[in-house]
C-alpha cells in the first residue's frame, strides 16, 4: 500500500462496531468445544451458507449449532468495508452489488438487519479522448435504463447501432433467463445417475430439470446462445454492432477480473455472469451499498446470529481435522484448540481448503493434482482513492457547486473507446508487464452515498487491469513498481480528467499479490479461479466433485471456487446449505 499528499495517517481504523458483533458478544458469542457445523472463512458465502438463517425453522427443530471462524479482524471476506484512511470508508476489495440472488435477500430479510441500496441509473459512462472545444467537448457513451436515451447515445457513433441495441438487450436477457435456474442449484450429478443407488439416481435426475427448462426457454436459438458462450465476445459484438465505443463498453463485462482479451474464446460467458444480476425486481441493475459492501456482510451476520450463529473474527483454521474412518470431526484452530462438528463448510478457495487445510492422505491423488492445476491468474489491480473533490471530465463538465451528476454514479470507462485497447492491454500482461493503457473501471460511491467521506470529499475506486501476479523476470511487487503502475494508472485518468491527480488525499494499492495476502484469493484472482468453460458447472471446481461435498465425509466447499463462481452472489453458500441440510438429516 502505497500513500500520497496531505499528511494523512495510513493507519487502518475500525469501522462502528456493527449489530452482529453487538449480537455475538451475549449469548453466541463464548466459544464452545462442539457445534453441529463449523464454517471456515466469514466471506459472504461462508455467512449465507451458515445452515442456521437459511433453514431456521427446519434446523431449530434438528437442534443445529453453528460457528463461523474468520482470521481477520472483520468479516466479509472481499466484501468488506475498511476506513483506510481517517474518514473515508472503501469497499476495499468488492465494490457493487448486484449478483447477490434475490432469495438471499428476502429469505435473510437483509432490509430489517441494515442492509440498504443505492441503486444506480445510467450504469455506464466512456468518455472519449478526443480533441473538444468550449462549445462541443468531447464525446462519451453515457447507457441506463431508458431505451430512448440510450439510442441517442449510441446513435452519436452508429444510427445502425443504435437501433440494433435494444435487440441485443432483449437477446441477452433471454440467455439470462435461461441460465437463471441452474445458478441456485447442484449441477446435475453424473456419477449418480451411472452408478448411485434408485434414491440417488432420482435425485440425480431431478437436478436434470433446470438444463431442459434452458433448453425449451432457447429454443431454436440454442445455436446462436451457444456461440455466445463458446465464442471470442469479439466475435460475438462484432455480430450485432460496428461502433468501437459501444462494443468496448460492452466487451469491459467479458473480462473484468479475468486474464482475458475480448478475443478470448469463451469471455462471452464472463459478460454473461456480470448481466445476470437483478436487484428490487430490476433486471442486469448494480447499486452501491450504504456504508460500503461491509454493510452487507454485515446484514448478513445480524441475520445469522439472530438465529443462533456464532461468528468468531481472528480466528484462524489452522487444519480440518479427519478422524481414523476418513470422516471430517472438526477444526484445529490457530493455537492448537479444537473445534469439533458434524460436518465442516469451506468458504476458503480450493487450494487452501485442500491443499493447505485437510489433511492429504484423505485425498486422491487425481483430486489434489487437479486442484494443483486450477488457473487462478488474475489480472486486477484495486487501487482505492481519497480525493477533495470530483473527478472533472472533459466530456462531462462538472456543475457548479461540484455537486454530483449522472456520470458520476456510474461505472466510468477508460482506455475503453476500442477493443483493440483492451486486446493490447492483456498483450501486455501476457508478457509480464504491467498494461500500458491499462483497462480502468473508476467508481465514486460517494456520489450516492455521502456517508462514505468527508463532506465535499469522495472515495474512488479503481478496478485496473492488466497486471500479472508475477512480473517478467521473476520481479516482485515491491512497493517503487506498485506505486509506478498506480502512477501511470493515475497519468490515464488525468487525461480525461484534468485535475484528478491533485485531487488526491491518500491511496491503497493492491495488487494480485497483495489481493492474495490479504483476503485469501488464489492468485488474486476475485473469483477464486478462472470463469472460463473448462472450470464452471460440471467442473467446478474439478469435475466428479461438483456438488459441494469433496473426497473427506462430512467436508464441503461452498465459497466462489464452487458452483456457480464468483461475484458477490452467495449462490454457492445457499446451495451447499441446502446439501448439508440433506446429509444432516441423514446421518
Known sequence: MAASGRGLSRALHSTPCPAWKRVQSGANGCLKPEYDAVVIGAGHNGLVADPVPSQAAYLQRLGVNTAVFERRHVIGGAAVTEEIIPGFKFSRASYLLSLLRPQIYTDLELKKHGLKLHLRNPYSFTPMLEEGTLSKPPRSLLLGTDVAENQKQISQFSRKDAQAFPRYEEFMKRLVLAIDPLLDAAPVDIAALQHGSLLQRLRALSTLRPLLKAGRTLGAQLPQYYEVLTAPISKVLDQWFESEPLKATLATDAVIGAMTSPHTPGSGYVLLHHVMGSLEGMQGAWSYVQ???????????????????????????????????????????????????????????????????????????????????????????????????????????????????????????????????????????????????????????????????????????????????????????????????????????????????????????????????????????????????????????????????????????????????????????RNAAHIVFRDLKNM
Not at 307 to 330: D, L, P, Y
Request: with cysteine.
Open 291 to 573: 456504508g460500503g459492501m461491509g454493510a452487507l456482510s454485515d446484514a448478513i451476520a445480524s441475520s445469522a446470529t439472530a438465529h443462533g450463529a456464532s461468528i468468531f473474527t481472528e480466528k484462524t483454521v489452522a487444519k480440518v481435522q479427519v478422524n481414523s474412518e476418513g470422516r471430517v470431526q472438526g477444526v484445529v484452530l490457530q493455537g492448537g484448540e479444537e473445534v469439533r462438528s458434524r460436518v465442516v463448510l469451506s468458504c476458503a478457495s480450493p487450494q487452501v481448503t485442500f491443499l493447505e487445510l485437510t489433511p492429504q492422505e484423505w485425498l486422491p491423488g487425481a483430486f489434489v493434482k487437479r486442484i494443483s492445476q486450477l488457473d487462478t491468474q488474475s489480472p486486477v489491480t484495486k487501487i482505492n482513492v481519497a480525493v477533495d473533490r470530483l473527478p472533472n471530465f472533459q466530456a462531462a463538465p462538472n456543475a457548479p457547486g461540484d455537486q454530483p451528476q449522472a456520470h458520476h454514479q456510474c461505472s466510468i470507462h477508460l482506455n475503453c473507446e476500442d477493443t483493440l485497447l483492451l486486446h493490447q492491454a492483456f498483450e501486455d500482461a501476457k508478457g509480464g508487464l504491467p498494461s500500458q493503457r491499462p483497462m480502468i473501471e473508476l467508481c465514486i460511491p460517494s456520489s450516492l452515498d455521502p456517508t462514505l467521506a468527508p463532506t465535499g470529499c469522495h472515495v474512488v475506486s479503481l478496478f485496473t487491469q492488466y497486471t500479472p501476479y508475477t512480473l517478467a523476470g521473476g520481479k516482485v511487487w515491491d512497493e517503487q513498481k506498485k506505486n509506478t503502475y498506480a502512477d501511470k494508472v493515475f497519468d490515464c485518468i488525468e487525461a480525461y480528467a484534468p485535475g484528478f491527480k491533485r485531487s488526491v488525499l491518500g491511496r491503497d494499492i493492491l495488487t494480485p499479490q497483495d489481493l492474495e495476502r490479504i483476503f485469501g484469493l488464489p492468485g488474486g484472482n476475485i473469483f477464486h479461479g478462472a470463469m472460463s468453460l473448462d472450470q464452471l458447472y460440471f467442473a467446478r471446481p474439478v469435475p466428479q466433485h461438483s456438488d459441494y461435498r469433496c473426497p473427506v465425509q462430512g467436508l464441503y466447499l461452498c465459497g466462489s471456487g464452487a458452483h456457480p463462481g464468483g461475484g458477490v452472489m452467495g449462490a454457492a453458500g
